[in-house]
C-alpha cells in the first residue's frame, strides 16, 4: 500500500523559505513520477512542481526560480524547497505519486498548510 506523509508546511512572511517533505512508503520514488500540487481556497487543485521518472523537472510557471523539486532515494522522501514566498503561494500542498506509465496521480498524501504573510 502507497502512502505519501507530507510535512513542514507553515506560517512564513513573504519573501521567506520553507521545505515540504513528502515521504513516500510502500513504494520506491526511484522510478516513478512524483508531482507537488496546491490547491488555494475557493480554487481548483494546481500542478507546482514535478518530476518524471526519467528524472525530467517540471513548473507551473508561477514559481519558476523561486521553488525547487528534488529527492532522495535513500530516504524514499521529496522535497520541495520554497524561497522569495509570496501571498499568493498560500494554499495546502499535496504530493502526489503517479507510476510509470500512468497518466494520472493515483496516490495522494494528506495535505500540508502553507500560509504566507504579508
Known amino acids: 500500500q502507497v502512502q505519501l506523509v507530507e510535512s513542514g508546511g507553515g506560517l512564513v512572511q513573504a519573501g521567506g523559505s520553507l521545505r515540504l517533505s513528502c515521504a513516500a512508503s510502500?513504494?520506491?520514488?526511484?522510478?516513478?513520477?512524483m508531482g507537488w500540487f496546491r490547491q488555494a481556497p475557493g480554487k481548483e487543485r494546481e500542478f507546482v512542481a514535478g518530476f518524471t521518472w526519467t528524472s525530467i523537472e517540471t513548473y507551473v510557471v508561477s514559481v519558476r526560480g523561486r521553488f525547487t523539486i528534488s529527492r532522495d532515494n535513500a530516504k524514499n522522501t521529496v522535497y520541495l524547497q520554497m524561497s522569495k514566498l509570496k501571498p499568493e503561494d498560500t494554499a495546502v500542498y499535496y504530493c502526489?505519486?503517479?507510476?510509470?506509465?500512468?497518466?494520472?496521480?493515483?496516490?495522494w498524501g494528506q495535505g500540508t498548510q502553507v500560509t504566507v504573510s504579508s
Open positions: 502526489a505519486l503517479r507510476d510509470k506509465y500512468a497518466t494520472v496521480y493515483d496516490y
Open positions: 510502500g513504494r520506491s520514488i526511484n522510478n516513478v513520477n
